[in-house]
C-alpha cells in the first residue's frame, strides 16, 4: 500500500478512528529534490589570477580544470569583488558584498551599514536554498564571511556555515591558512590535524579527503539525494605553500621572467580565443620594474617564488581531480554542475622583492633580498610564509591591468568554467557574455527551476541582485542580461555599463603615480582627495574593442565619461557603498563590539582549544602583564606556559633548562628574548612578564613600540631587558595557546607543541596597564636603559 503524504504545515491527511483498524496513516512529505536533479559544486580558488591557469593560456598546468573546460564551457567575461571576503559573499548569496554588509575583508570590518562585517539573515546563501529541496550540503575550507570577534568556540555560530544552511563543514573561519600548521574547524568545533608536516601532512589534500568523505557517506545511505558542494581551496592565497615535488616540477620553467611571461600567455590566449585577435596589452606596470634591470640573485629568487606558487596551484588541482574520479566512480560525474572560480585577480601583497613572510606586508615592514636569499630552498615548506614579487601579480593577470584589491580589470576579472555535461550541448566553447560573480546563484537557481524563496527561517528575503546567464549555456550569440555593474574596494572605483567602463585607482593609477600627487598606499581617503580625483583621475575604457584597459578615451569622450560617474554614484548610494574608506592594516586594530563587555583581563586555562588570533588580548603597543600560577615539581619542569602565533612573529612564555623565558619574535625577522637571571623554584610560584613602553609606535615604518621587557617570580624581578621593537600591527592567523604552543613554534628553541610538564593553575593576561611600580623595578628599568645607551655610543 502507497505511502499517503501531506505537506508539512497542511492538515493531517490521513484518518484518525478510535482503532487502528478504523484508522488509516500518513506522513509529512520529506524535502526531496525533483528526480534527475543535478549535484552543485563550487570550486573557489584564491588570489589566482585570468593568466596562470592553463585552461586561460597561463602556464600553471591544472590538468583537470583544463578537462572540465574541455567538456563545459570557459566564460571569459566574468567578474568578482576584488578581494576575499566580499567577492565570497556575493557567490553565496547572490547579493553585492556592500548588500552583504562586506565592503572589506571581516578582519578590518568598520561601524557602516555597507561594512560592519556582518551579512544580514535576509540575504540567504545558496546553502539555505538549496538545504530545504532536498540537497545536502557541505563545505571544505575557507569561509572568511563571518566576523572574526565571533570566530571563537564562544561563538555565536550563527553565521558559521553551520549556522547558514550548511550541514557539514571541515575548514578554517578567517582570512588565511598555512598549508602545514592549520587552525581547522569541523562542524562548529576545533579541530587538530592528525599528521605532522614530517608526516606529509598538506592542507588542501586534508580538505578533499574530508570533500570526498561527505559526498560518500550521503551517496552511500541515499544514493538519488543530490548536494551542494562549496570547496574552498587554501590555493593560491599567501601564505604560498607546496610540497617539495610539486615545486620542482617547475625548475627553470619561469627563469624567462614576468615580462616574457606575459607575452607568452598573451599570445597563447589570442590562439585559444579568449582575448580578440586585434588585442593590445596595457603598458608595463610603472609599480613594477623591468625584469631585465633585476641582478641574477634578483631573478633566481623570485623565478623560484613563482615555482612554490605554481607548485601549490598545481598541486590543489590534482586534489580536486580526486573529487571529479570520485563522482565518475560512483556516476555522478555527468549530471554535476560545477562552477570554478577564483575570488580575485593574482595578489601583490609580496611588494617589489616578494617576502619569506607575508606578515611582515601586514606590519609594514620591508624584506629585502638579502633576507631571503639565504633561505631561498625553504620557500614553500614549513618554516616560510611567502608570496612572490607583484611582477607576477602583473604577469599573471595578463592581459589585464593591476591586481587584487584594485578594480582595474586585473583585481576583478576571472576566469571562469562552468561543467555540467547533461546540461550542455557543444562542450569546448567560449562564452564571452558579461557577467558577475553575483549571477552563479540565480543562474544555478535558473538551472534547476528554483525560484528564490520569499522567506528563510522566518526571515522576510532582499531581491536577489545577480541576474541569471542559464540562457547562453546553449547560445553562444545570446544577449548579455547584465549591463551595469559598480566596483569599490579600498578607495578604488569602477563601473562597467552596455560596454564601457570608468576607473579610478587610489591612491592612484599606480602607487607610483599616487606617489606623485603625495598618496601612499592604505592612505585615508579626504574630501580633498575625492575632490581632485572626481574632477580629474577616472580614466574611460571602451572595453568591447579594448578588453585590456590599454587605452583611455577619457579626453575623447568626456560626456560618456560623466554619465559612467554619475551612475556609479547612484549604484554606490543603491548599495550602501559610503563612506569610502582608503585604509587596510590599519583598519584591524578598531574596536568592534564583542559577544562580552569590553574587559582589560584574560584568563587562560592550559590545555583548551586554540583562541583565534582575533579574539587575542589586545597587547601590542600598549603596557601589559602576563602572570601565570604554577606548581613546579621537584626536579623541574619546561614547556610553554603561554604562546601567541608561530615563527612569523608572536609570543612564547616558556621553562626550559629551569629558566623562565620570554621571546618576542618581530615578524619572522628577529627575536627578543628576556631570561631569569635563576632557575624556577619548585613547589607554588607565581611568574610574571610586563612590558612597559619606552618608545611610541611608528606603525607605517614597520615599527611596534620598544619597551622593557621584565620577568618576576612571586613579585621579585628576575630579568630585566630593553626590548628594541615589538610587533607594529598584527601577529598573524596563528592564536594563542595555553600550556603548548600551538602549530607552529614561535622561537626555534623548542619544537611545538612543547607542553608544559608543570602544572598551570590559570594564565592572567592584563592590559590594564597597572604594572609593578616598586623601586627595584624603576632602579633597574633606568640602569639597563643607560647601559643600552652608552652600549650604542
Request: net charge negative; with cysteine.
Amino acid at each position: 500500500m502507497p505511502i499517503v503524504e501531506f505537506e508539512p504545515g497542511t492538515p493531517f491527511a490521513g484518518v484518525i478512528g478510535r482503532t487502528v483498524e478504523e484508522s488509516s496513516p500518513a506522513w509529512e512529505r520529506m524535502a526531496r529534490a525533483p528526480e534527475g536533479a543535478p549535484n552543485v559544486i563550487f570550486f573557489v580558488l584564491d588570489d589566482v589570477g585570468y593568466g596562470q591557469m592553463s585552461p586561460f593560456g597561463g602556464l600553471v598546468e591544472t590538468p583537470n580544470l583544463d578537462r572540465l573546460a574541455k567538456n563545459g564551457l570557459r566564460y571569459t567575461n566574468m567578474h568578482t569583488a576584488a578581494i576575499c571576503s566580499p567577492s565570497r559573499s556575493c557567490i553565496l548569496t547572490g547579493r553585492n558584498h556592500h548588500s552583504n554588509h562586506i565592503a572589506c575583508i571581516t578582519e578590518v570590518a568598520t561601524g557602516f551599514p555597507g561594512s560592519d562585517g556582518r551579512m544580514p539573515f535576509e540575504n540567504g546563501m545558496i546553502s539555505e536554498i538549496l538545504k530545504p529541496q532536498g540537497y545536502n550540503t557541505f563545505i571544505t575550507g575557507k569561509w572568511h564571511v563571518a566576523p572574526s570577534e565571533d570566530s571563537s568556540p564562544a561563538g555565536p555560530y550563527n553565521r558559521w556555515p553551520i549556522g547558514r544552511g550548511f550541514e557539514r563543514f571541515y575548514g578554517w573561519l578567517g582570512c588565511e591558512c598555512s598549508s602545514w600548521y592549520p587552525e581547522l574547524t569541523y562542524d562548529n568545533h576545533p579541530v587538530e590535524v592528525e599528521k605532522t608536516p614530517e608526516q606529509g601532512y598538506v592542507l588542501d589534500e586534508d580538505t578533499v579527503d574530508h570533500a570526498i568523505r561527505f559526498i560518500l557517506d550521503a551517496h552511500i545511505n541515499a544514493p538519488d539525494k543530490p548536494f551542494l558542494l562549496y570547496h574552498a581551496s587554501a590555493a593560491g592565497k599567501s601564505p604560498h605553500h607546496s610540497p617539495r615535488e610539486w615545486i620542482e616540477k617547475y625548475n627553470g620553467k619561469f627563469d624567462m621572467g614576468w615580462d616574457e611571461y606575459r607575452r607568452i600567455v598573451f599570445e597563447r590566449q589570442k590562439e585559444l580565443g579568449i582575448v580578440p585577435a586585434d588585442a593590445k596589452l596595457p603598458p608595463h606596470d610603472p609599480d613594477v620594474p623591468e625584469w631585465s634591470s633585476l641582478s641574477d640573485d634578483q631573478k633566481r629568487l623570485y623565478a623560484r617564488m613563482m615555482q612554490v606558487y605554481a607548485g601549490f596551484v598545481s598541486h590543489a588541482d590534482h586534489q580536486f581531480g580526486r573529487i571529479l574520479d570520485t563522482l565518475e566512480k560512483i556516476g555522478e560525474l555527468e549530471n554535476t554542475l560545477i562552477m570554478v572560480i577564483s575570488d580575485n585577480g593574482a595578489s601583490a601583497e609580496g611588494g617589489t622583492q616578494g617576502k619569506f613572510s607575508e606578515m611582515s606586508f601586514a606590519n609594514f615592514v620591508e624584506e629585502t633580498d638579502a633576507d631571503i636569499l639565504p633561505r631561498i630552498d625553504e620557500l614553500g615548506g614549513p618554516t616560510s610564509y611567502g608570496h612572490y614579487p607583484w611582477g607576477w601579480a602583473m604577469a599573471g593577470n595578463t592581459p589585464f591591468r593591476r591586481w587584487k584589491r584594485e578594480v582595474f580589470r586585473g583585481g576583478c576579472t576571472d576566469a571562469f568554467i562552468l561543467h555540467w555535461p547533461a546540461g550542455i550541448k557543444q562542450p569546448g566553447e567560449l562564452r564571452t557574455q558579461y557577467a558577475h560573480i553575483i549571477d552563479m546563484v540565480p543562474t544555478v537557481l535558473d538551472l534547476l527551476g528554483i525560484e528564490p524563496p520569499k522567506s528563510i527561517a522566518g526571515v522576510e528575503q532582499a531581491p536577489i541582485e545577480g541576474v541569471s546567464f542559464a540562457h547562453t549555456l546553449n547560445d553562444a550569440s545570446a544577449p548579455t542580461h547584465h549591463t551595469t555593474q559598480y566596483f569599490e574596494m579600498l578607495g578604488n572605483r569602477a563601473i562597467d555599463h552596455d560596454g564601457w567602463r570608468a576607473v579610478c585607482g587610489w591612491p592612484g593609477p599606480s602607487i607610483t603615480e599616487g606617489a606623485k600627487k603625495g598618496r601612499k598606499l592604505f592612505d585615508q581617503i579626504t574630501p580633498g582627495d575625492l575632490k581632485v580625483m572626481d574632477a580629474e583621475e577616472w580614466q574611460l575604457f571602451n572595453i568591447a574593442e579594448d578588453p585590456a584597459e590599454s587605452r583611455d578615451l577619457a579626453s575623447e569622450h568626456p560626456d560618456k565619461l560623466r554619465e559612467l560617474i554619475d551612475l556609479w554614484y547612484a549604484e554606490a548610494e543603491k548599495y550602501h557603498v559610503f563612506p569610502l574608506d582608503g585604509t587596510l592594516a590599519q583598519r584591524v586594530l578598531i574596536e568592534r563590539p564583542h559577544a562580552t563587555k569590553a574587559r582589560e583581563q584574560y584568563v587562560y586555562y592550559p590545555g583548551l582549544s586554540v583562541v583565534p588570533s582575533l579574539n587575542t588580548p589586545p597587547i601590542l603597543n600598549r603596557p601589559h602583564s602576563i602572570t601565570a600560577e604554577l606548581d613546579i615539581p621537584e626536579g623541574g619542569a619546561e614547556g610553554v606556559i603561554l604562546a601567541q602565533a608561530g615563527y612569523t612573529g608572536g609570543f612564547t612564555l616558556y621553562v626550559q633548562d629551569g629558566l623562565l623565558h620570554y621571546v618576542h619574535n618581530y615578524v619572522g625577522k628577529a627575536l627578543h628574548e628576556v631570561v631569569s637571571d635563576k632557575p624556577l623554584p619548585s613547589g607554588p610560584v607565581t611568574v610574571r612578564f610586563e612590558f612597559e613602553v619606552t618608545t611610541p609606535p611608528k606603525i607605517r615604518e614597520g615599527l611596534g613600540a620598544a619597551g622593557l621587557g621584565q620577568l618576576y617570580f612571586d613579585g621579585k624581578l628576575v630579568a630585566n631587558t630593553e626590548i628594541p621593537v615589538t610587533t607594529p600591527n598584527f601577529f598573524g592567523f596563528e592564536g594563542l595557546s595555553c600550556g603548548y604552543d600551538d602549530g607552529a613554534a614561535v622561537v626555534p628553541t623548542y619544537k611545538s607543541p612543547f607542553p608544559f610538564t608543570g602544572t598551570i593553575h590559570k594564565v592572567t593576561v592584563d592590559v590594564s596597564g597597572d604594572l609593578f611600580a616598586d623601586d627595584d623595578h624603576r632602579n633597574a628599568h633606568h640602569e639597563a636603559h643607560a647601559a643600552t645607551l652608552l652600549a650604542r655610543v
